[in-house]
């Protein structure tokens, strides 16, 4: 089976840098995504690793590792909106998702 | 991207009973997911629902507990039958976007409260 592993929580105070990680044991996939999650909301889409390497997206950059079986999201310039869960994900004709990681941030 | 209404938001049903949970997308699409999501946890994927054949059940859930239709391309329906408090939970339906498995859409989720 697929498993992606998360820290639970991570805090970081607002305009700073913070890099979630996301490790796996599965192979077979197309890429990794990320994906955001406001309380009561649903998920949202933040990036996509198709390849190794990293991906920007404006403020959130994302990376992915195969031969490492590794990847992170990195967040920049932290607003309080950004509190949120985070999932990582792998895509393989279904997506499968990370046990998610709750991001607090302290003013 | 893709719209997607689900319905209802929510509902508290009696234990013994069943829920159906509807999902329309606002475009063709070819597979369609459905997620459980307990709170605070992650989402657990029930079963890929493809048009003219049966749904794919991952493991731990079955058709006879969670039957699901899919009738035409921009719609299916989940079914939450002999409902528990154990059911209670989160149901999220999702698609893919235009650019093929890279990236998912989800309804805004179905709250279910099992008494």
């Known amino acids: 089976g697929q498993s992606l592993e998360q820290p639970s929580e991570v805090t970081a105070v607002e305009g700073a840098i913070v890099q979630i990680n996301c490790t796996y044991q599965?192979?077979?996939?197309?890429?990794l995504s990320w994906y955001q999650q406001h309380d009561g909301g649903a998920p949202t889409f933040l990036s996509y690793n198709g390849l190794d390497g990293l991906e920007e997206t404006g403020r959130f950059s994302s990376f992915l590792s195969r031969s490492d079986s590794y990847g992170y999201l990195l967040l920049q310039e932290l607003q309080m909106k950004d509190s949120a869960s985070y999932f990582c994900a792998v895509n393989m004709g279904k997506i499968i998702f990370g046990k998610g990681t709750r991001l607090h941030i302290l003013p | 991207s893709a719209v997607i209404s689900q319905k209802p938001s929510r509902d508290i049903c009696q234990r013994g009973t069943s829920l159906t949970i509807q999902c329309q997308v606002d475009s063709q699409v070819t597979m369609m997911f459905w997620y459980r999501q307990q709170p605070g946890q992650s989402l657990t994927l029930i079963a890929t629902a493809n048009q003219g054949s049966e749904a794919t059940y991952e493991s731990g859930f079955v058709i006879d507990k969670f039957p699901i239709s899919r009738p035409n391309l921009t719609f299916s329906t989940l079914t939450v039958s002999n409902m528990s408090p154990e059911d209670s939970s989160i149901y999220l339906c999702?698609?893919?976007?235009?650019?093929?498995?890279?990236?998912?859409?989800f309804g805004q989720g179905t709250r279910l409260t099992v008494v």
């Open positions: 999702s698609v893919d976007g235009e650019t093929g498995n890279t990236e998912a859409f």
């Open positions: 599965t192979s077979g996939f197309y890429g």
